[in-house]
């Protein structure tokens, strides 16, 4: 149980060593550069190794080539001399020097298999073979490891030559070899991951100012990221953040804005409630005072209700216009095909009272169906609608005329107004803005949420104030079109 519980805690700390490992950039980009280099030294050493075995052989094979052939090439008269004395064994007289006394050993036979010379050494040991000629892996006498022996028969035919070397001497060496080579590799290793570490580390560096920078601001700081110096590969990530700040700072800005103009619109009418209600209220109170007092009361209410409905209407548009600007599903909303020119008709039918009212006429043109949009939101189309029709009855003079233009790329609404002057139509359709005596009652939101509900079908919105040929009256023409 005590091994198993240490096996287990050790297990977890690796783990957890790996997660935090990995979930730093720089140690990803130094073990994957550490990995890669490790794979392809790893590839070379193989590809060396193969190499230099096929080399190792062809060297000592031709060495083993040379000297047979020497020997073969040795004159009879010569060699019978030679033949009948024993060469010395050469670690006797060894000096000094670094040599494998198994690099090659040599016999010379009679063709009866009598041997007739040899190094002393393994040549002893050299299993006759009176047939054929080259090279065979073969072991020798009283000893299990491999040789590589050439045989060779010599120039007048009398004798069999064979010149041996131990296969394990030839391994040796191409494992020495690349034993030095791997220690090679090792040193390069450990140089290379401190110089990795350097460089990744200067490489990353921007990246840690940039961290220090964003963690030092505060909520609502729009001041831009410094993007020099930067590489190319963070540089956009600066100048998307600075977008962001630039949006979320102009977004709180309209948010404290648009709180603090509902808070403004909606404290006149609550204070006119609360002191109706107190006329109403009051024992005092005539019979037609208290009248009087309970319709201001439902008049108040009524615009509470309309201001609280436009300011929720406002909102969800405004964040439907983020959602379609980033591709987000919009839950409750459905969408499909949008014809305007059936929107209208319904606008101006929920409109009829104030029509009546003021005694407007009512002109509508729609060339080749109207404007349509084949993807939308029907619901907030129809707000966009309304919006223009009660905007355009609400501040038409009385008696005036109501044009309505639409065909396949925009819509247009036009009624008579009273003059405006400029500072006044430059600020037309802000929200909450309402011109000096202005006598109808509105809050102010009813072309801002015309606009919003225009952004979100992609649509262009413009409003215009122009004057006519009445001095006491000017023309104003709301419009939508395609982008």
């Given amino acids: 149980m005590v091994f198993q519980s240490a096996l287990s805690a050790v297990s977890s700390s690796i783990r957890a060593f790996a997660r935090h490992c990995l979930g730093s950039l720089k140690a990803r980009l130094l073990l994957y550069c550490l990995a890669l280099t490790l794979m392809l030294s790893l590839a070379a050493v193989i590809a060396a190794a193969l ?38 064994d050469i670690k006797k007289s060894r000096r000094n020097g670094h040599y494998d006394g198994d690099a090659l050993s040599f016999a010379v036979f009679s063709k009866d298999g009598s041997l007739l010379l040899s190094d002393g050494r393994k040549g002893r040991r050299i299993v006759f073979e009176d047939k054929g000629s080259g090279f065979h892996d ?7 490891d491999k040789w590589r022996i050439l045989w060779m028969d010599s120039v007048d035919g009398s004798r069999r030559i064979a010149v041996a070397q131990e296969l394990e001497f030839r391994s040796d060496l191409i494992f020495e070899i690349l034993q030095s080579q791997l220690l090679i590799l090792a040193a390069f290793a450990i140089v290379l991951c401190a110089g990795l570490f350097i460089v990744i580390t200067r490489a990353l ?7 220090a920078e964003l963690s030092s601001r505060r909520p609502g700081d729009e001041k831009p990221l410094g993007t020099q110096g930067l590489p190319s590969e963070i540089r956009p990530l600066a100048n998307e953040l ?11 800005r309209r948010e404290r804005s648009f709180v603090s103009d509902a808070a403004h619109e909606l404290r006149t009418p609550l204070a006119g409630l609360m ?21 201001a009361i439902v008049t108040g209410a009524r615009r509470c209700s309309t201001l609280v409905r ?22 409750g909303m459905s969408r499909g095909a949008v014809c305007f020119k059936k929107l209208v008709e319904k606008a101006l039918s929920e409109s009829m009272e104030a029509i009546e009212k003021k005694k407007l006429k009512v002109e509508s043109s729609f060339t080749d169906g109207g404007l349509a949009i084949d993807d939308g939101y029907p619901e907030m189309a129809f707000v966009l609608a309304r919006n223009l029709i009660e905007n355009a009855c609400r501040y038409s003079l009385p008696e005036s005329r109501i044009r309505i233009f639409s065909d396949k790329k925009s819509l247009m609404v036009e009624n008579a107004c009273r003059h405006y002057d400029k500072t006044d139509r430059a600020r037309i359709g802000e929200r909450f803005f309402r011109p000096a005596g202005q006598q109808e009652d509105g809050s102010g ?38 982008i």
């Avoid at 600075?242 to 709180?252: D, Q, R, T, V, Y």
Wanted: contains cysteine.
């Fill in 51 to 88: 190499h230099l075995r096929h080399e190792t052989s062809k060297y000592f094979d031709t060495v083993q080539l040379s000297f047979a052939r020497q020997l073969a090439a040795w004159d009879t008269d010569e060699a019978s001399t030679a033949f009948s004395q024993n060469l010395p």
């Fill in 138 to 144: 073969v072991a020798l006498r009283g000893d299990d």
């Fill in 205 to 211: 560096s921007p990246l840690g100012d940039l961290k």
């Fill in 242 to 252: 600075n977008s962001f700040f630039k949006k979320s700072g102009a977004m709180m």
């Fill in 275 to 295: 002191l109706q209600s107190r006329v109403a209220a009051d024992p005092s109170c005539g019979q037609d005072d208290r009248k009087e007092a309970l319709l």
């Fill in 310 to 331: 436009q300011l929720l209407t406002l909102s969800r548009l405004d964040d439907l216009y983020s959602r379609s600007r980033s591709s987000d599903a919009i839950p």
């Fill in 445 to 482: 939101l009813g072309l801002s949420i015309a606009s919003a509900a225009a952004a979100i079908h992609h649509l262009g919105f413009e409003i215009k104030v122009d004057d006519s040929a009445l001095p006491d009256q000017a023309v104003f023409r709301a419009r939508v079109s395609r």
